[in-house]
């Protein structure tokens, strides 16, 4: 499919009461697309998206239709969509350590580069801790400064692993042995498959 097509397809998949804050609805994205206007109609289907659960289907054409505009930042949210879907997301308060506390001294990257290992709680056969790895993603920073403080999202390497995890808890970041930073549990969304039965 062309640009054209992937936007109009996925448009079709936003329901039309939806719409944002600023009153943003898919009547909107048509009016731009009707002007071929596909960077601002991709925008504000991202916008609609992140307001309201649509299916992977809607994140993976808004990929394809960035990656043929050309758009490597909204290709790579829009993927990172896809596998928030696939295995679930965490979003957390998270403060880094300063770099006079810490092993690092530069900033991570804050669009889904970092895979860093997280202490939720969970042990190893000998009782010792048992760390699970989490990409992350900071929202609406390019980057994280040691000492910072922002919400990002988490996605969850293995998603049984995080199924105890609830909103209000601690977890601990880190790099190597010791902690790079500590974060709050804002929200869980895991996939059904990893809830607790019974």
Not at 34 to 41: L, Y
Not at 100 to 111: F, L, N
Request: contains cysteine; charged residues 25%.
């Amino acid at each position: 499919m062309d640009v054209t097509e992937l936007l109009e397809s996925a448009s079709l998949l936003v329901p039309e009461e939806v719409a944002t804050e600023n009153d943003i609805s898919v009547r909107d994205v048509w009016d731009y697309l009707a002007q071929d206007e596909w960077q601002i109609a991709l925008s504000l289907l991202e916008e609609l998206g992140d307001g309201h659960p649509l299916p992977l289907t809607f994140w993976e054409q808004l990929t394809e239709a960035a990656e043929q505009l050309g758009l490597e930042r909204s290709a790579a949210w829009c993927r990172w969509r896809c596998s928030e879907i696939r295995n679930g997301v965490i979003r957390a308060d998270l403060t880094l350590r300063p770099a006079t506390e810490a092993r690092r001294k530069t900033p991570i990257s804050g669009h889904g580069v970092l895979r860093p290992m997280w202490d939720i709680g969970n042990l190893s056969p000998t009782g010792g801790t048992s760390v699970s790895i989490a990409r992350l993603w900071v929202e609406d920073m390019p980057v994280l400064e040691p000492g910072g403080r922002a919400t990002v999202r988490l996605i969850p390497l293995t998603p049984t692993h995080w199924a105890h995890v609830e909103t209000g808890r601690q977890i601990n970041m880190h790099e190597d042995r010791t902690v790079a930073g500590t974060a709050v549990v804002l929200e869980v969304h895991l996939p059904d498959s990893t809830m607790p039965t019974g």
